[in-house]
């Protein structure tokens, strides 16, 4: 048995350090550098992910009673890895079987062992970023960075949550009670910090390991065995995690079936039955309210976390940089073709136009230089395709067909040449009654809304977050009561807000360590990543007292 924990602990330490600070910290990199991660690091990462491609991946000790795996990459490669496969029985048998001593493991052991498993996942994150760019269509810098050293930050988050709050309180004490004249009561008490038992996690296809990563960790650190169910279009980056964990375990003296991997096929998923499951406690999801909310009616017996649908919203009443504020919204709206659940919609303008550094600007020439910034972001095919990716998923290009009809296009989506592509649409609506722009459409499209003032677009944009849901909101303004009053707006729809981005950081991005990433205060979702909120229900403290001997 190796002692992970002693190995590791200045730096668990320094991650609860910066839990707490909430300031920068990371012990990941996230250039995809060879000064940094070795010469041969992305030579070697290519080669291991081209040696996986039409094999069967493999998972020693595994549940398998089949084989399984259809991913074709967006980018236009048939990937065609065979996966072990069980049917939901099997794997719940074996996770409950996991859990006595996984539970019963101590914590020290337990953290141990998973930052240690992140550790080597980050030396993997040349192979995780290829397996990842391939899942989702990413191009590969983001693919390296979302799926290597972004996810392993949110990882590691979720290991000092769950250590903040599993250390919280002593685990022993005596109790010791006056009773005047006579004899104190004296009580000896210990308490067990006791899981609720098997967690599932449910992969999303467009961040299958930064989505995950979050719940994976969390419960199993505090004592839950997790059973890991990908979109069936996205296995791989999950796999890999999955193996390295049981390796890790096996290494430690726990058990591998600690974590396991639920492959399905499409058509045939099981996603359903292993919710239901009456053994499943805790389950965390990100994708669609639909499917949210039939877990919550079908999976009542489970503690469910979920991320989901929103629609996030740009404001903007004035700017004192207006070519920095396109050129960054420029970079929002391309990022993944829009495909994140950070990225912006609908963007709110006071028809009768804002003052910016140039003057005042109508509500057309605010359009306009949006419209200038994409198109000169873009204009290389070969950076169009490093920015954009490719489109995961060939429903989102019916979404752009119909948002085409839902008003004016002032920007028509076209193809970067690289893989299955579209660059964003820009469609000005009415905004009056209802349209498509009142639910989230996923993708490379937004909606521009033209107001009655700057009131009225900050009442609009964070109406909208109360009542559909907004994980993002960005507000552009040059009054500073203005953008008191939309803070208190967008705080009372439960939504974060950026305010004036006009350089390298974006509404779409969210930060470990800092950004608690969405707030479970609007329909966006219930959950927080990462707060205690998020680690503390994951597991009980049972307590035993007897007399103090004399």
């Not at 398998?64 to 490669?77: D, V």
């Not at 392993?152 to 949550?161: P, V």
């Not at 198109?375 to 290009?397: F, H, W």
């Not at 939504?495 to 800092?514: C, E, M």
Request: charged share 15%; hydrophobic share 45%.
């Amino acid at each position: 048995m190796t002692d992970f924990f002693d190995r590791h602990r200045d730096l668990l330490d320094r991650a609860v350090h910066a839990w707490r600070a909430r300031e920068f910290w990371t012990p990941f990199p996230e250039t995809p550098s060879t000064k940094i991660y070795g010469a041969d690091a992305r030579r070697d990462g290519h080669a291991a992910y081209e040696a996986l491609l039409g094999g069967a991946f493999m998972l020693p000790g595994h549940p398998e009673t089949a084989r399984l795996g259809a991913e074709q990459s967006p980018w236009g490669q048939d990937v065609a890895i065979s996966y072990p496969a069980a049917p939901p029985a099997a794997l719940i048998a074996a996770s409950q079987a996991a859990g006595a001593q996984w539970g019963k493991a101590s914590v020290q052991a337990r953290v141990g062992a998973l930052i240690e498993a992140l550790i080597r996942l980050n030396q993997m994150s040349f192979l995780i970023g290829e397996a990842t760019m391939h899942a989702t269509g990413q191009a590969f810098p983001m693919a390296f960075q979302a799926g290597g050293p972004h996810a392993q930050d949110r990882g590691f988050e979720a290991i000092a949550a769950a250590w903040i709050e599993m250390t919280a309180t002593a685990q022993t004490a005596v109790w010791e009670k006056p009773q005047g004249k006579s004899d104190p009561l004296v009580i000896e008490k210990r308490w067990h910090l006791v899981p609720r038992g098997v967690a599932l996690a449910i992969g999303c296809n467009t961040f299958p390991t930064w989505n995950s990563y979050s719940g994976v960790f969390a419960s199993l650190a505090t004592g839950n065995t997790v059973i890991v169910k990908p979109h069936p279009h996205a296995i791989l980056p999950l796999a890999l995690t999955v193996k390295v964990l049981r390796e890790v375990f096996a290494e430690a003296g726990l058990p591998q079936d600690a974590v396991l991997l639920a492959v399905d096929a499409p058509g045939a998923e099981i996603t359903k039955e292993l919710a239901t499951d009456p053994a499943v406690a805790i389950i965390d999801y990100t994708g669609s309210s639909s499917f949210a909310d039939w877990l919550r009616a079908n999976a009542g017996q489970a503690l469910v976390f979920t991320e989901e649908t929103g629609v996030n919203s740009v404001t903007i009443t004035g700017t004192d940089d207006f070519a920095g504020m396109c050129a960054n919204l420029a970079f929002s709206l391309s990022l993944y073709s829009g495909q994140m659940c950070t990225a912006p919609q609908n963007i709110y303008i006071p028809r009768g136009g804002i003052q910016t550094s140039e003057g005042h600007k109508s509500f057309d020439a605010v359009v306009a230089g949006i419209v200038a910034a994409i198109d000169a972001l873009l204009a290389d095919p070969q950076s169009a395709s490093a920015i954009c990716g490719t489109i995961v998923n060939p429903a989102t290009l019916e979404r752009i067909a119909s948002a085409r009809h839902a008003g004016q296009v002032v920007r028509e989506s076209g193809e970067t040449g690289a893989g299955r592509s579209a660059t964003p649409l820009l469609v000005v609506v009415d905004g009056a009654g209802s349209g498509l722009q009142d639910d989230e459409c996923f993708g490379p499209v937004s909606f521009v809304i033209p107001c009655e003032d700057a009131q009225d677009a900050i009442a609009r944009a964070s109406g909208i977050a109360a009542r559909k849901g907004a994980i993002t909101a960005a507000l552009y303004a040059n009054d500073p009561d203005l953008i008191e009053q939309a803070a208190m707006a967008f705080a009372a729809a439960g939504v974060n807000l950026s305010v004036n981005l006009t350089g390298n950081i974006y509404v779409n991005q969210s930060a470990a360590f800092s950004d608690f990433h969405v707030t479970g205060a609007n329909p966006a979702g219930n959950a927080s990543l990462t707060d205690t909120a998020f680690v503390a229900s994951r597991f009980r403290r049972v307590m035993i007292r007897w007399p103090k001997a004399a």
